[in-house]
């Protein structure tokens, strides 16, 4: 017992001593500190508006709108003659996240990009973070669409990086336009504020409202099965008429991608398919996971049901091109549309008139999946 | 006199913690890719062996061998902290290359391992040429690793351009050029070794 005290007491009284020294150093530097990180800030000001003669935080700036950007801080840059523009600091999902400082000028046209803080995979994504890519965002206006492939060039390896900061930059810009123009008689702008599409899951009801419109669907589960791969199953049908004429037929797969995958396949009457929805997916975020975003799952739409669906590269000459990073994860999505759709296709033309499929001789060919131990 | 010498050089070249003991290398091959880096970190490691060794070796008489392993960590994270502060505050462009790999000397093993079999046995006058001879064996190998380093792989030297830019190699910024670098460093500390020992013989 005495031992124990002793013991007790020599580690509070170095602990409590140490503490005592810490506080003392953080009292002193703390405001070396702050200093440090305001004059960070200020640089990157600078860098955005080198004419500025100040810049005045604004309170009362708009939210971002959507859930994976965030406007942390926002500035009037202002000179002797008036407002130049306005600089967001925007947080926001890249393949982690990023920090940039976007500024926008009275005229609506956007100032170079500065980075504050880039969390993504050194050598990929904080490649957002160099030339040339982060060097295209100067002299946009805040109204450009700003697609990856049209008016700005993605970077190989990088896509969610890169896809992710021109959503960040495409926000700020927007929100700093409408801003300096209620607020300082800006440019107004043309067209409604960007929505970032938030690529996620979505139900049955939204996936089917999301390719047919607001037909009338009916539930014809019992009808259709999988007579193909018992491996996928079938959870459930919807056939969709346009009032008196049958649109399609939309069939929820379940199966195998790189972990498992619930797939809506909707089917037209003509063989050709009127587009697919995820509804979920448990594949690894930022890698299978990525078939959630519309550029993967709209190459679908139209596909002819014959077409192979084999995917490349695995298969040469495949079809479907594989999501970069996840080509388990698409050679499941490819399999389970091919089967859903090739019964879908098979019920409509058994049921409702649909385009019959020639005749079959040769085995329905799979994408193999590789087993792991 | 003679003691004090052998006890500094021991830490130089002879027991060298990085080329020697090999210890403390995540480290010193993380950080190596600029001479300003590698300088730093030495300096700051030197700080924190030297302060630490000073504290556990003048208290080593009040510190009960049970709790001492609680003890050693808690001044050392505090010098530690204070090297930190200290850089954020007077050397923050330093602070933000080196990182996080400022608060990590904490669990640096050169400084726990010379804490406890050294520092924690001897009179503060030899504790003050152990950790001066060990912290600058350190620095010393960074700061030459980090030059070779950067004059290879970046084709500066102090952040001077010696080198035009199409003729650096990147392999030598990149890791395995460290552990490259690394490794022939290790050579020639063999042959300072073989060297001393032959010279100290042939007295």
Known sequence: ?373 | MKNYKELFTNGIVRENPLLTLMIGLCSGLAITTSVENGIGMGLAMTFVLLMSELIISLFRKLIPSAVRIPIFIVVIASFTTIVDLMMKAFLPELSGSLGVFIPLIVVNCIIMGRVESFASKKPLDLVVFDSLGMGLGYAWVLAGISAVRELLGAGTLLGFRLIPESYTMGFFAKSPGGFFVFGMFIAVNMLLKKRLAEGGSAQ
């Open chain 1, 1 to 373: 017992m005495k031992s124990m005290v002793k013991l007790s007491a020599t580690l509070a009284a170095f602990t409590v001593s140490a503490s005592l020294c810490l506080a003392l150093v953080h009292l002193y530097t703390k405001p070396y500190i702050d200093a440090n990180a305001e004059r960070a800030q200020t640089a990157g000001l600078r860098q955005i508006f080198p004419d500025a003669a100040g810049f005045d935080p604004v309170t009362d700036f708009p939210a971002s709108g959507s859930s994976s950007i965030t406007f942390n801080k926002a500035y009037i840059a202002r000179s002797e003659n008036g407002v130049l523009g306005a600089v967001v600091m925007a947080t926001g999902a890249t393949y982690k996240s990023s920090t940039l400082l976007v500024g926008t000028g009275i005229d609506r046209v956007l100032k170079p990009v500065v980075f504050i803080e880039n969390t993504d995979t050194a050598g990929l994504g904080t490649k957002t973070a160099e030339s040339p890519f982060i060097d295209q965002f100067a002299g946009k206006t805040a109204d450009d669409s700003f697609v990856l492939g049209e008016d700005l060039d993605g970077i190989s390896g990088a896509t969610i990086s890169a896809r992710g900061v021109s959503r960040i930059v495409q926000l700020a810009a927007y929100h700093s336009g409408a801003y300096l123009a209620e607020h300082h008689g800006g440019k107004a702008g043309t067209g409604a504020a960007p929505v970032v599409k938030e690529a996620a899951p979505m139900s049955v009801e939204d996936a089917l409202a999301d390719i047919w419109g607001d037909l009338d669907t009916a539930d014809v589960s019992d009808a259709i099965e999988n007579t193909i791969e018992r491996s996928i199953l079938f959870d459930g049908a919807w056939l969709v008429r346009d009032s008196d004429e049958v649109a399609g037929v939309a069939i929820l797969a379940r199966g195998q991608t790189y972990k498992a995958s619930a797939i809506l396949v909707a089917v037209r009457p003509d063989r050709t398919l009127a587009g697919i929805r995820i509804i979920e997916t448990t594949d690894t975020k930022n890698y299978g996971y990525a078939m959630v975003e519309p550029d993967f799952y709209e190459l679908f739409t139209g596909k002819p049901v014959d077409d192979p669906y084999l995917v490349a590269p695995t298969v040469s000459d495949g079809d479907v091109d594989a999501i970069s990073g996840a080509t388990i994860s698409t050679l499941g999505v490819a399999n389970m549309v091919k089967i859903a759709a090739w019964e879908g296709s098979r019920y409509l033309a058994e049921n409702h008139g649909g385009m019959p499929g020639a005749d079959r001789s040769d085995p329905f060919v799979l994408n193999e999946i590789p087993q792991w131990e």
